[in-house]
Nanobody, 115 residues
Framework: QVQFVESGGGLVQPGGSLRLSCAVS????????MNWYRQAPGKQRELVAA???????NYADSAKGRFTISRDNAKNTVYLQMNSLKPEDTAVYYC?????????WGQGTQVTVSS
């Protein structure tokens, strides 16, 4: 059974930082591409950042220069370091694991950027 434990969300002021973590069990973590998505109220879920099994990274334009995705295969964990947060970053952030046509989703963690 695949299980996700997401943490690190919360309330932060504009300009602040948060670090999201997603620990995954039940898969061979190192073989999966890992992604962070987010969904704001009334909007579609969107890809924020991705890291391949080999460590290559990609970012949405809105995240470039502010967010950093990383992974620790020894801990079966993927991270999203978010700096210079803006109110428009407010959303539920979801961890996603993907290998070919197999996809698993975490339960999501709320990030609220507000003064």
């Amino acid at each position: 059974q695949v299980q996700f434990v997401e943490s690190g969300g919360g309330l932060v002021q504009p300009g602040g930082s948060l670090r999201l973590s997603c620990a995954v069990s039940g898969i061979i973590f190192s073989t999966y591409a890992m992604n962070w998505y987010r969904q704001a109220p009334g909007k579609q879920r969107e890809l924020v950042a991705a890291i391949s099994s080999g460590g290559n990274t990609n970012y949405a334009d809105s995240a470039k220069g502010r967010f950093t995705i990383s992974r620790d295969n020894a801990k079966n964990t993927v991270y999203l370091q978010m700096n210079s947060l803006k109110p428009e970053d407010t959303a539920v952030y979801y961890c996603n694991a993907r290998l070919l046509f197999v996809t698993y989703w975490g339960q999501g963690t709320q990030v609220t950027v507000s003064s």
